[in-house]
């Protein structure tokens, strides 16, 4: 059993931040109801990648597993009533609509905490639930725009760089799976649920703290270099470098030491305090051109040697067969009945008693619809009264 066996989690949530949340709690356990319309939640019909699947594209499908699907109709009265009817027994209730749109639907935090006062109610957005950005989209490539973040790395005077993930979207799900631990922990020391409120723009805000900190009460500048540095606030070099046959990064190296194996005699005189700042383009530039003339196996072996932080540049495919991940166990691999073999990251959490589980894969659209209203006492013929009205949605073989 998962350390959060017997939770009850119904997640409303569409895209990647929510359902990534819930995918969460379901891997620690937690019984997680997918709540999806009828015709099946946004992410099921956009692949990214272009990766298409055969029944479920992979980005719903890395996005949902331990999930079971209720196929329900929201807007219909019927339909809205079933899901009422889950939440009075549920724990968590998680959603990511647009502000505004939980209210209309019925399903606010005032309404179901009043029908169920246990509820952890977790409310997502991307600005906030107030205020004058309320109404923007929030989208990742924009939360990594207006947080500060792009404009840390990349060279001045160029296009900021974005990450090549969907940062603020990751950073994002994961403060908001904190919150239901904690909203939870504290429910089971005083019986009472709460509003969780968590959003895209000060998940990755805080996330930057201790750069912003350094800006905020030290007075230092954000201003990137000429030279494609990798971090505003740390010392040269520091950076990825090309080298004869490849790639590697270098971190913040002692200069006289760097100096003697790339064979810089300039670095040796200069100091690592200072010189490191008001030269940062200068040794950065020395460095690249010194790192070209051998292999990366090389240096990187010397550096070793010499006790210098540095280390290869992966691609996916080096990353999928690194011993290191291999060892921890960080992918996890289980047969989807429709997708065949699933090889996807697993939980990166690990408990000594309570161990996370891939349980079931990502569902079909309604697949789980009549085993969920039964397990909530729906009688068989109710069920099938929902169907025909439109209320619900059956998945194939449900």
Same mark, same amino acid.
């Given at each position: 059993?998962?350390?959060?066996?017997?939770?009850?989690?119904?997640?409303?949530?569409?895209?990647?931040?929510?359902?990534?949340?819930?995918?969460?709690?379901?891997?620690?356990?937690?019984?997680?109801?997918?709540?999806?319309?009828?015709?099946?939640?946004?992410?099921?019909?956009?692949?990214?990648?272009?990766?298409?699947?055969?029944?479920?594209?992979?980005?719903?499908?890395?996005?949902?597993?331990? $999930?079971?699907?209720?196929?329900?109709?929201? $807007?219909?009265?019927?339909?809205?009533?079933?899901?009422?009817?889950?939440?009075?027994?549920?724990?968590?209730?998680?959603?990511?609509?647009?502000?505004?749109?939980? $209210?209309?639907?019925?399903?606010?935090?005032?309404?179901?905490?009043?029908?169920?006062?246990?509820?952890?109610?977790?409310?997502?957005?991307?600005?906030?639930?107030?205020?004058?950005?309320?109404?923007?989209?929030?989208?990742?490539?924009?939360?990594?725009?207006?947080?500060?973040?792009?404009?840390?790395?990349?060279?001045?005077?160029?296009?900021?760089?974005?990450?090549?993930?969907?940062?603020?979207?990751?950073?994002?799900?994961?403060?908001?799976?904190?919150?239901?631990?904690?909203?939870?922990?504290?429910?089971?020391?005083?019986?009472?649920?709460?509003?969780?409120?968590?959003?895209?723009?000060?998940?990755?805000?805080?996330?930057?703290?201790?750069?912003?900190?350094?800006?905020?009460?030290?007075?230092?500048?954000?201003?990137?270099?000429?030279?494609?540095?990798?971090?505003?606030?740390?010392?040269?070099?520091?950076?990825?470098?090309?080298?004869?046959?490849?790639?590697?990064?270098?971190?913040? @190296?002692?200069?006289?030491?760097?100096?003697?194996?790339?064979?810089?005699?300039?670095?040796?005189?200069?100091?690592?305090?200072?010189?490191?700042?008001?030269?940062?383009?200068?040794?950065?530039?020395?460095?690249?051109?010194?790192?070209?003339?051998?292999?990366?196996?090389?240096?990187?072996?010397?550096?070793?040697?010499?006790?210098?932080?540095?280390? @290869?540049?992966?691609?996916?495919?080096?990353?999928?067969?690194?011993?290191?991940?291999?060892?921890?166990?960080?992918?996890?691999?289980?047969?989807?009945?429709?997708?065949?073999?699933?090889?996807?990251?697993?939980?990166?959490?690990?408990?000594?008693?309570?161990?996370?589980?891939?349980?079931?894969?990502?569902?079909?659209?309604?697949?789980?619809?009549?085993?969920?209203?039964?397990?909530?006492?729906?009688?068989?013929?109710?069920?099938?009264?929902?169907?025909?009205?439109?209320?619900?949605?059956?998945?194939?073989?449900?």
């Amino acid at each position: 059993m998962g350390i959060l066996d017997g939770y009850r989690v119904l997640d409303c949530s569409i895209a990647m931040a929510g359902p990534f949340a819930a995918q969460r709690l379901g891997d620690l356990g937690a019984d997680v109801v997918k709540v999806e319309p009828v015709t099946g939640e946004w992410q099921r019909h956009v692949a990214a990648g272009g990766a298409a699947g055969n029944r479920i594209n992979v980005s719903f499908l890395s996005l949902n597993r331990n $999930k079971r699907s209720l196929a329900v109709n929201l $807007k219909s009265e019927e339909g809205k009533a079933v899901l009422l009817d889950l939440v009075r027994e549920a724990d968590v209730f998680v959603q990511n609509y647009r502000p505004g749109v939980a $209210k209309r639907l019925g399903v606010d935090y005032e309404t179901l905490s009043a029908l169920n006062p246990k509820l952890v109610y977790v409310s997502m957005s991307g600005y906030g639930e107030s205020g004058p950005y309320v109404n923007r989209p929030g989208q990742d490539l924009l939360l990594q725009a207006l947080s500060g973040a792009m404009l840390s790395t990349g060279r001045a005077g160029e296009p900021p760089v974005a990450a090549g993930q969907y940062l603020v979207d990751a950073v994002t799900a994961y403060t908001a799976f904190e919150g239901v631990l904690a909203a939870l922990l504290h429910r089971e020391r005083t019986g009472e649920g709460q509003l969780v409120e968590v959003n895209m723009l000060d998940a990755i805000t805080t996330l930057q703290m201790q750069e912003l900190s350094v800006f905020t009460v030290a007075g230092k500048p954000q201003q990137r270099s000429a030279e494609p540095h990798a971090h505003v606030f740390i010392r040269a070099p520091y950076g990825t470098f090309a080298t004869a046959d490849g790639y590697l990064a270098l971190a913040f @190296p002692p200069l006289a030491k760097l100096g003697a194996i790339i064979g810089e005699p300039s670095f040796e005189t200069m100091n690592d305090e200072t010189d490191t700042w008001t030269h940062r383009d200068e040794i950065f530039a020395r460095t690249r051109e010194r790192l070209l003339t051998m292999p990366t196996a090389h240096w990187l072996e010397r550096f070793a040697e010499a006790d210098i932080w540095a280390g @290869p540049v992966y691609g996916y495919a080096d990353l999928v067969a690194d011993p290191q991940i291999a060892h921890n166990g960080t992918f996890v691999e289980y047969d989807h009945p429709t997708e065949g073999r699933v090889k996807t990251p697993g939980f990166p959490i690990r408990f000594s008693k309570t161990p996370s589980s891939v349980a079931r894969g990502a569902p079909l659209v309604g697949e789980h619809t009549r085993e969920i209203l039964a397990a909530a006492g729906y009688p068989p013929e109710r069920i099938e009264a929902l169907v025909a009205a439109g209320a619900v949605a059956l998945g194939e073989g449900a």
